[in-house]
């Protein structure tokens, strides 16, 4: 297939060529084709608005993209290897189906802002899931401690028995941890909620008078996205500090699966989990095993990996475009999906974590109060490095 950057008459690009420099983008734009579109509805409805388009043309390109969108709600709209991109995708069929209103589409756009378009509104509906999630998290949370808060538990240091602690005192850390991450989460979803589509290939255009206020608030963005230049260098950047700030919320997810990895074993037996939720051993009759949990610790890493992937490859980059983008976006895309599906497979976790409360509060030895006595005596006058010292004695 011809490509649209060559001219007439050349040859086709060299085999091993293109199957690298495309990699697996065309298979990539398939899970993002619906934002595409979007954002070409609305530059199209913008091309009408400054009339480079008329109704007739309009109506036409409007139905062919409805035509793609059920395509591929239907698994049947493909993105052939050759057309490198679901952009390309997209133009050829219109071309090849509409005839010449579909060479105007791209009048004005690059795929340079097509694909910040289309990826930005990826980001802004992902993020919206994701702070939903989190915040199931949280009510999950409070019905636990609401439930169970005021039973005793030790609290560890050093991995030994510390101090008199609570299962409220312990899933409450969890939850005010997750409240501070919603706030890193509304700021995010406050940076990138602005509209890169007109910035074309990075510098804008001075000859068609692009409107961009229009195609934002078509596109319910709160802003443009101004500068042009920056626009393309956000590309990348702000994938990796999405997938940052989501990682604080891996973070505190990761946290709770090694607590309750080691507070479900048999030598402590504080807390455990239905039947459902665990799976058996292929030598081992007795064994069950707290798999989901001990995932769920390893995801947080394989998260982590995918938001320095994308760092890696654009932390040096010049400003302009540059090819390297097109690697941000395979890690971009499964570290979001594996975010979503590891914060609502927690949420089922403490919604059906059972407490074992006569084990919780038999472990409260009398050792964990020894700081208490230290403290009460220096209330009746004693400094507290001699009350430390006489009750140090007591307990050992």
């Not at 091309?47 to 035509?67: D, V």
């Not at 292929?282 to 994308?310: A, C, T, W």
């Not at 097109?326 to 927690?346: C, R, V």
Request: hydrophobic share 35%; with cysteine; net charge positive.
């Amino acid at each position: 297939m011809k490509k649209l950057w060559d001219k007439k008459g050349s040859g086709k690009t060299n085999k091993k060529i293109e199957d690298y420099t495309v990699g697996v983008d065309y298979l990539l734009d398939l899970e993002l084709l619906p934002y595409d579109i979007q954002g070409t509805m609305a530059h199209a409805k913008m091309l009408y608005k400054i009339k480079i388009l008329n109704a007739k043309e309009l109506k036409t390109l409007l139905t062919g993209l409805n035509k793609i969108l059920s395509l591929w709600k239907a698994r049947k709209f493909k993105i052939d290897k050759s057309q490198e991109d679901g952009h390309t995708a997209i133009e050829t069929y219109l071309t090849e189906n509409y005839s010449d209103v579909g060479k105007k589409v791209h009048t004005g756009r690059s795929r340079n802002d097509q694909s910040l378009t289309m990826t930005r509104l990826f980001s802004k509906e992902k993020l919206f899931q994701v702070k939903k999630e989190v915040q199931n998290i949280i009510r999950s949370l409070e019905g636990q401690i609401k439930k169970r808060g005021k039973i005793k538990m030790p609290g560890y240091t050093h991995m030994q028995r510390a101090m008199p602690s609570s299962v409220g005192m312990w899933l409450g850390s969890f939850h005010a941890s997750l409240e501070d991450d919603l706030i890193l989460l509304d700021a995010m979803m406050k940076i990138i909620d602005q509209n890169p589509l007109g910035s074309a290939a990075g510098y804008g255009e001075n000859i068609l008078g692009l409107n961009r206020k229009f195609t934002t608030k078509e596109l319910s963005f709160k802003k443009v996205q101004e500068n042009p230049i920056y626009c393309a260098m956000s590309r990348g950047k702000f994938e990796n500090m999405v997938l940052q700030i989501i990682s604080n919320v891996m973070f505190d997810i990761g946290k709770i699966s090694s607590d309750l990895l080691l507070f479900t074993t048999k030598e402590f037996d504080f807390f455990t989990l239905p039947d459902s939720f665990k799976t058996g051993s292929s030598i081992m009759p007795q064994k069950k095993n707290y798999d989901v949990l001990e995932l769920i610790r390893g995801n947080v890493g394989i998260f982590n990996g995918y938001q320095h992937q994308i760092e890696n490859v654009v932390k040096n980059l010049p400003l302009g475009y540059n090819r390297d983008f097109q690697l941000t976006k395979e890690p971009y895309i499964k570290g979001m999906k594996l975010a979503l599906d590891t914060i609502e497979i927690m949420t089922l976790i403490v919604k059906n974590l059972k407490v074992k409360k006569q084990n919780l509060e038999n472990a409260c030895t009398p050792e964990l109060y020894a700081t208490d006595e230290a403290l009460k005596l220096v209330k009746k006058g004693k400094s507290f490095r001699e009350a430390y010292q006489e009750i140090k004695e007591k307990f050992y």
